[in-house]
C-alpha cells in the first residue's frame, strides 16, 4: 500500500488513504493521546509520549526520544478544529540537548481532511513549507509509515 502521492522531496507532501472505520473513529485516533501512542511514528508503539490540547491555539507535543542523549519532539499549534471533518496544525521538530541550546525547524503547516466514504474515511494529508527538500523526504517516509500504523490500528480495532 502507498499513500504518498506527490515524489518523494516534492512540495508539499500529500499523503491519501481509505481507512476502514468511521470519520469519528478515525478522528479520535488523530486527537486522543492514548490512540496516538499507538500508531504515531516510523513504529507503532514508538513513541515516549504525546500531549495534545485540542483547540484552536492549544498545543500538541509528541516525543520521540528522551534520554541521556537529550529530547526530541514534534509539536506545534492547532489552527484549525472542524470536528469529525478537519485538522489543521503547525509542525516543528525540537532537539533539546543538555547543556545546548535548543533547536528547531522553522514551522510548516499541516491540514488533515476526513471525508466519509460509505463505512469508510478517505483522509487526505497535506504538509506544506518544509523549506529543505531533504526535510520533505524525510516527512514524507514518516507520514507513510504512520499512515501504514494507523491502518493497522484501525483494522485491529474494527
Keep these: ?18 481507512f476502514p472505520a468511521s470519520r469519528t473513529r478515525v478522528f479520535q485516533a488523530w486527537t486522543d493521546p492514548e490512540q496516538i501512542m499507538k500508531w504515531f511514528g516510523a513504529k507503532a508503539g514508538s513513541l515516549v509520549s504525546a500531549e495534545i490540547d485540542l ?6 507535543c509528541f516525543v520521540v526520544a528522551d534520554n541521556k542523549d537529550g529530547r526530541s519532539s514534534l509539536e506545534g499549534e492547532y489552527t484549525e478544529i472542524d470536528t469529525n471533518t478537519r485538522l489543521q496544525f503547525t509542525w516543528r521538530h525540537v532537539r533539546e540537548v543538555s547543556g545546548a541550546a535548543r533547536e528547531e525547524t522553522p514551522n510548516s503547516t499541516v491540514t488533515v481532511t476526513f471525508n466519509a466514504q460509505g ?40
Excluded: C, K, Y
Aim: charged residues 25%.
Design 1 to 18: 500500500m502507498q499513500f504518498l502521492q506527490t515524489e518523494p522531496g516534492a512540495e508539499p507532501v500529500i499523503l491519501e488513504a481509505v
Design 55 to 60: 483547540r484552536i491555539g492549544g498545543r500538541w
Design 119 to 158: 463505512a469508510a474515511t478517505r483522509v487526505r494529508l497535506h504538509h506544506e513549507s518544509i523549506l529543505r527538500e531533504d526535510g520533505r523526504r524525510g516527512v514524507g517516509t514518516g507520514w507513510e509509515a504512520t499512515f501504514v500504523n494507523l491502518n493497522d490500528l484501525l483494522i485491529s480495532t474494527s
